[in-house]
């Protein structure tokens, strides 16, 4: 019986686990890391602050959509949940957001930037105006 119990137990906790590591899509890296993965063909960075902020100072072909905004949501159920967004704000508290609600949606690969725009720019990133 003991057995049966010990087996029925590990059964259990590698099917929480397997169900754990099927939802995990964001993947919170560092601006090196960050800056390699948007280099990759495919990719599509997403910079989720204001407008104003944006037009200061961004990264190249970066798509703006505001996580404040009202809008977040439909905007960005308007995109492909299966590419790969490479996710950005100014100190991470924005990006980390946006980014739980695009797994939420259900986006499988998200990639949120740990730390913001000028860290990106202290390691080597360009940063456009408009």
Known sequence: MKRLIA????????????????TTAVQT?????????TAQAGVVVVDVRTPEE????????ALNINVE???FATQIDSLNKAATYAVYCRSGRRSAVATDA???A??????????GLDDLAAAGASVVTE
């Open 7 to 22: 087996i029925a137990g590990i059964i259990g906790a590698l099917a929480l686990a397997g169900c754990g590591a099927s």
């Open 29 to 37: 890296v560092d601006p090196q890391a960050f800056l390699s993965t």
């Open 54 to 61: 944006f037009t200061a100072g961004h990264l190249q072909d």
């Open 69 to 71: 905004d009202p809008a």
């Open 102 to 104: 695009m797994t939420a």
């Open 106 to 115: 259900g986006f499988t690969s998200v990639i949120n930037l740990n730390g």
